[in-house]
């Protein structure tokens, strides 16, 4: 008999397990290795054999059996008794080529066309200065003002506009306390001038003690992320937010802030809302029980081939973001060191980060997860686990 599998379809194993993923119908199933399925398994894994192997009559016991049935009923594959019996005898099975990715991106770079690193640009982030109410460690988990006094001078800041406005990459995400920033007026002028989407991320401590603040914000006509890090003075405030382009992001902490949140989003009518679960150190209870994956919820996911690809080769909470700190420094990631100063070109600092930094390539192959069948299927590591120092957010294993 033959087997011919499709070529959406991924075949992973571990020294118990195989599980076969459709990327096409996202339907999979889970089958435990045997001495026969891991003949066949090798066989598969031949890249040389193009998804098509045959099967012979002494290989085709109970399991094996089983095994093609499942693999017909998820439709990963066919079998026919003669090569006859198929359209194309072959297949072809996904294919990493990042190394050659990274030759290639190396090779350019020397050639200098150093322009091509833009487009793996996707964000940056300036932390244009700080706030009273800042917090670092909250900053390495979400977007949130860090406590400095250093800021960003307005000549960075032009400049990366410039820039951003004549790249690819068209967001840009203002964080700080801009009612305190020195160039305030200049920093908006400036922003107005660029076909760019600018958010500014604010909190809501810092947006209550501004004068004027509900003007400006109304004034500059920009996106904002308003981070309610005061509950009880929000659900107080009478300001009417109904004429701006506003998300409210609620940090949560522990279970019960979950129901009071929803209490005052329907108070205060929040349209746009994002509720974020935050570590302060002390609540991981509330991570474990309200925040881990279950085995479930990663066979729920319903990955492309293409999406299941990005997985294997780049971090897709991380890849193609730049975040600017006021102590001058660049990063791509708060959680690791930076990777340069902000008086670099943009262009080498990408270079840098793709060829040797940590943050945009960082996979699920280390720790726990490196062993685990769903690990191209499990959303890329996320910055929970940097902090928490624990490579895996799941309950699985
Ligand atoms: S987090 Fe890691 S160990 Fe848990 S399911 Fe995902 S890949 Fe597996």
Redesign the pocket.
């Known amino acids: 008999m033959y087997l011919k599998l499709y070529e959406d379809v991924f075949v992973w194993r571990n020294e118990r397990e195989y599980f076969i993923y459709n990327s096409k119908n996202y339907k999979s199933f889970l089958c435990d290795s045997t001495p026969c399925l891991e003949i066949i398994y090798n066989r598969i894994a031949d890249f040389n054999n193009l998804y098509f192997i045959l099967i012979e009559e002494d290989l085709l016991d109970v399991s094996v059996k089983n095994w093609i049935d499942n693999i017909i009923k998820i439709d990963a594959g066919c079998v026919g008794e003669s090569l006859d019996s198929f359209d194309s005898p072959v297949s072809f099975p996904p294919l990493l080529r990042i190394q050659t990715d990274i030759e290639r991106i190396k090779w350019m770079y020397s050639q200098g066309y150093t322009g091509e690193m833009l487009k793996y640009l996707h964000d940056i982030t300036i932390h244009i200065n700080g706030s009273l109410n800042g917090n670092l460690y909250y900053a390495r988990q979400m977007e949130y003002p860090i406590k400095t006094a250093n800021f960003i001078s307005i000549d960075v800041v032009d400049n990366l506009l410039l820039y951003v406005s004549k790249s690819v990459t068209k967001n840009i995400c203002i964080i700080g306390n801009i009612f305190s920033y020195y160039a305030f007026d200049r920093l908006f002028k400036t922003i107005k001038i660029y076909d760019i989407n600018v958010s500014i991320c604010i909190l809501f401590s810092d947006f209550i003690e501004a004068e004027n603040a509900m003007n400006i914000l109304n004034n500059i006509n920009l996106k904002v992320v308003l981070i309610i890090d005061d509950i009880i003075g929000f659900r107080e405030c009478i300001c009417d937010y109904s004429n701006m382009d506003i998300q409210f992001v609620f940090p949560i902490l522990k279970k019960d802030d979950i129901s009071e949140v929803f209490d005052v989003i329907d108070l205060k009518k929040c349209n746009d809302y994002l509720l974020k679960p935050l570590y302060n150190g002390d609540n991981m209870s509330f991570f474990k029980n309200n925040v881990y994956?279950r085995?479930d919820d990663?066979l729920n996911f319903k990955l492309n081939k293409r999406e299941v690809y990005l997985h294997y080769v780049v971090n897709t909470n991380f890849f193609g973001k730049l975040i600017y700190m006021p102590d001058n420094k660049v990063y791509s990631n708060l959680n690791y060191s930076h990777i340069g100063e902000n008086s670099e070109l943009v262009t080498e600092l990408i270079y840098r980060e793709i060829v040797n930094g940590k943050s945009w390539r960082f996979i699920?192959d280390n720790g726990?997860?490196s062993n685990?069948?769903?690990?191209y299927l499990?959303p890329s590591p996320s910055n929970y686990e940097l902090i928490f120092n624990k490579?895996?957010?799941?309950c699985?294993?």
Request: charged residues 25%; aromatic residues 6%.
């Open positions: 994956l085995k990663i699920r726990d997860c685990c069948l769903y690990k499990c490579m895996n957010l799941c699985t294993i």
